[in-house]
């Protein structure tokens, strides 16, 4: 199943998914931060950093209830846990040779998002095994890789490889 990130405004972002609308994500810079407001199919959420050194996040809907949670599984760690649907993940930061996001549930991949190379090129690597819908997943490791993204191929990046496998 292809999943798609293109860029519509300057911090703007759509999802699709085998050719269909799933969402928008909007990524808003400030003084306090960085938080993203979503419109996911039907409902609004906002993805907030939290803590002294910005180190959390929280996923709230639009009646402001936390819906999930990231938090570092110990401060120095490249691990953090994630609490969504009374179940608890691991969102891991690899950078072996290129930076990637991955969720694990039992130590089996969920999702994961990285940076590819292929014949020179550098791109964007998908790999989903959780066909249930639920795409909230999708735009919080998206959240975490656009300033990756934007480092590595530049502010006006294109996606040139964009795969979703199993």
């Known amino acids: 199943m292809s999943r798609i990130w293109n860029k519509t405004v300057e911090g703007g972002y759509e999802l699709i998914v085998e050719h269909n609308l799933i969402g928008h994500m909007r990524i808003v810079s400030n003084s306090l931060g960085v938080k993203a407001i979503l419109q996911v199919e039907s409902d609004t959420f906002t993805i907030t950093r939290t803590g002294f050194w910005k180190n959390s996040i929280e996923i709230s809907n639009n009646q402001n209830q936390i819906i999930a949670k990231v938090y570092a ?83 006006d990046f294109t996606f040139l490889l964009l795969l979703s496998a199993q």
Request: no cysteine; net charge negative.
């Open 73 to 155: 599984e110990k401060w120095y760690a490249n691990t953090s846990i994630l609490e969504y649907k009374n179940k608890k993940y691991k969102l891991v930061l690899r950078n072996n040779p290129l930076a990637e996001y991955v969720i694990l549930e039992n130590n089996q991949e969920l999702l994961s998002y990285a940076l590819n190379s292929e014949n020179g090129k550098t791109g964007i690597k998908i790999v989903a095994s959780n066909p249930n819908g639920d795409y909230l997943l999708d735009f919080l490791l998206w959240y975490l890789f656009v300033p990756i993204i934007t480092e590595s191929l530049g502010n």
